[in-house]
């Protein structure tokens, strides 16, 4: 009997989990936007290509590179470099680069913003969706009176190709929502990350992180082939603006944070929104 | 025993069904995110590439949007070349439909040379080319490919003589472009449509006209005139500059208000200036010229600054602007000065009543531009 309930815990829970996702407004269910280098580790001489995915529970499209809207994008290995000159409008590799060293690299990405109408109800939902409290709390306080979501988003994205130099990891790359390591991500130890908005620390943001399986070595998984996934860990910033999510197996980690504050910019939107992310492959436990 | 058996029977067929909608219901959310994730991000691309005798170019197009707007209901068996060719013209037909090119406003006719599928992208190919006897001065695309879903980009490159000169993104916001070519005949081109636009844009914005007159309403000597103009112009160019090479971008939320602000001051000052005697509008032109400046900055952001011709493009715009005030200051320069001349008294009333009237539309503009629209 007791089995027979946790089955039918467990289907309810399978049943309202699909209804639920099915039921999710396009714009809430299809918002992480992460870099996927064609390899998370490098060495000297290796020739690497940076793609971009749209998506949600870490399985996305390929996003083609639009270069009208890129405010930055930069290597920071042995040297900063700015990739924009080798990158082309519409292409789905953002940039090609080679390998200066086996120190390792951080790729940082920052797009400029977009604009999003909702319907009220959708934009409210989307909002408690993504833990953005007090936005939800400030449209919560107009009551029956919130009109649509009239928002404007920016992408804010990194990606670490592991090396020998863990350091350069935890670098700030100046992006205005930022996850920045505390520590060299390896499996098996907690993540200490700090949230940074515009330089400063970012308290009670939802730090949230996803894993899915590596493909062959070091190279992501195939889209075609990838599962979505809920995410693996959350939790909040503390006044710091540090959040420490358990990084407990191997793969590739997407870690992610949204910030929404009001638009600065009435005329063009309400709400403007940052999405962060990070990944990277942690070292295997030895 | 029989009715342990009808039990277990049935509890597990009730298993059995609730697993069987369980499943059913992780097909659902398979083929959901499946079919978003093969379309979830809707674009398409254009590439254009311009060269001495003709343009050839290529639109990319998902197969999802060219199904779903003409029709077909098994959008991927256009992957295949021969159930392609079948559509191939109503596809052309529906390309011709969304795309055009102009030069000089006339409607440029291109010819469809082929179309392919191209299976890695779930996308096909079209391909077409225009010929010319030289490249236009000024080519106008309007684009909309995919009207029915509001999400969806068009990724439009333009090469000029083998170089990349254009990258842009057409979706819902925006869907035409201006293209100056390269030569002479482009930067005539550019150059003229610049100075057009900073003309139309004095001409058509009551509050920058408002502003100079207010200037002008004290009168005085050509050279103090010449002065408050050249103060205004120095400062706007300043402001426009900076601004539109991205150095100095305040919030139009700010700028357009305090421009308001600007002419009801000037509508102020000359009321005290007219009793005192004081006459400090050079300096007043300039340091609110700087303001107006950032005003003009988004206008010329709204039009679209071209690649590679920014300064031109800016130069000829503040052009635009210096000759539609130099026509205000020219028709309204002589007219008070005749005043004047003909009677002292008439010219006092004319310049309290003026200025009450810029003090009177500036508070008004402030206040529609502070105030939320309703």
Redesign the interface.
């Given at each position: 009997m007791k089995r027979?309930f946790r089955?039918?815990v467990?289907?309810g829970a399978?049943?309202a989990?699909?209804?639920g996702?099915?039921g999710q407004p396009?714009a809430a269910?299809?918002h992480e936007f992460w870099l996927s280098p064609s390899s998370y580790r490098q060495s000297k001489g290796d020739t690497l290509e940076i793609a971009a995915f749209?998506?949600?529970?870490f399985?996305?499209?390929?996003?083609?590179y639009?270069?009208?809207?890129t405010r930055s994008f930069e290597l920071l290995g042995a040297k900063k470099l700015d990739l924009r000159p080798a990158t082309?409008?519409?292409e789905l590799v953002f940039a090609r680069f080679i390998g200066a060293d086996a120190g390792g690299a951080l790729v940082a990405y920052e797009s400029g913003f977009t604009?999003l109408t909702l319907a009220a109800s959708d934009f409210d939902r989307y909002l408690e969706l993504e833990g953005l409290t007090q936005p939800r709390a400030a449209r919560a306080r107009l009551g029956a009176g919130a009109e649509d979501g009239r928002e404007r988003y920016a992408r804010c994205a990194k990606t670490w190709i592991g090396g020998g130099d863990g350091t350069r990891a935890l670098r700030a790359a100046g992006l205005t929502l930022e996850v920045v390591p505390l520590d060299a991500p390896s499996v098996g130890s907690p993540l200490r990350v700090r949230v940074l908005f515009r330089g400063k620390p970012l308290a009670g943001a939802l730090v949230r992180a996803w894993c899915a399986p590596l493909g062959r070595g070091w190279a992501p998984r195939n889209?075609a082939v990838r599962d979505?996934a809920g995410p693996r860990a959350q939790a909040r910033s503390d006044r710091e603006g540090i959040a420490t999510v358990p990084i407990s197996g191997v793969g590739e980690w997407l870690i992610g944070v949204v910030h929404m504050v009001p638009c600065?910019?009435?005329?063009a939107a309400d709400w403007e929104s940052y999405w962060a992310s990070l990944t990277f492959a942690p070292e295997p436990l030895r | 025993m029989r009715s342990s058996l009808a039990r277990q029977g049935a509890?597990i067929a009730?298993?059995t069904f609730?697993?069987a909608?369980?499943l059913a219901?992780?097909a659902?959310?398979a083929v959901?995110?499946t079919r978003?994730?093969?379309h979830?991000?809707p674009?398409s691309?254009i590439d254009l590439r311009l060269d001495e005798h003709k343009l050839q170019g290529k639109a990319v197009a998902h197969v999802v949007d060219i199904a779903h707007e003409l029709g077909i209901p098994a959008p991927d068996s256009l992957l295949r070349q021969g159930i392609l060719d079948r559509y191939g013209a109503s596809v052309e037909a529906l390309l011709s439909s969304r795309f055009a090119i102009r030069s000089d406003g006339v409607g440029l006719r291109t010819r469809w040379t082929g179309i392919e599928p191209l299976p890695g992208r779930r996308s096909i190919v079209a391909r077409f080319e225009l010929p010319w006897e030289r490249i236009p001065g000024r080519l106008h695309l309007a684009c909309a490919l995919f009207r029915y879903d509001p999400?969806h980009?068009t990724?439009?490159?333009l090469y000029e003589s083998g170089r990349?000169r254009y990258?842009?993104?057409l979706d819902a916001?925006r869907s035409n472009v201006e293209y100056f070519s390269g030569g002479g005949q482009g930067r005539l081109a550019l150059i003229a449509t610049f100075v057009g636009e900073g003309i139309h844009h004095i001409f058509i914005g009551p509050d920058h006209m408002l502003f100079i007159v207010g200037l002008l309403l004290l009168g005085g000597s050509v050279t103090r005139l010449l002065k408050i103009v050249t103060a205004f112009t120095v400062a706007h160019s300043i402001t426009l500059a900076l601004a539109t090479l991205g150095i100095l971008n305040p919030?139009?939320?700010i700028v357009e208000p305090a421009i308001a602000l600007t002419i009801a001051f000037i509508g102020v000052e000359n009321i005290l200036a007219s009793r005192n005697g004081r006459d400090v509008r050079a300096l007043i032109a300039f340091g609110f010229g700087l303001i107006h400046g950032f005003g003009f900055a988004g206008v010329l952001r709204e039009l679209g600054l071209p690649a590679g011709a920014r300064a031109w493009a800016l130069f000829s715009f503040n052009g635009g602007v210096e000759v539609a005030q130099s026509v205000i200051v020219l028709s309204v320069a002589p007219l008070l000065a005749l005043l004047k001349s003909s009677s002292d008294a008439w010219s006092r009333r004319v310049v309290a009543v003026g200025s009450c009237c810029v003090i009177l539309a500036g508070a008004v503009w402030f206040l529609q531009r502070v105030l939320?629209a309703s």
């Open positions: 027979t089955q039918w467990i289907q399978m049943l989990a699909a209804f996702a099915a396009r269910g299809a749209v998506g949600t529970g399985r996305g499209e390929g996003s083609p639009a270069a009208p809207r082309l409008n519409g604009q889209e979505s600065r910019e009435r005329e | 509890r009730r298993a609730g697993h909608l369980a219901a992780f659902l959310l959901t995110p978003a994730l093969a979830s991000q674009y691309f999400q980009v990724y439009l490159n990349l990258q842009g993104l916001t919030s139009p939320g939320p």
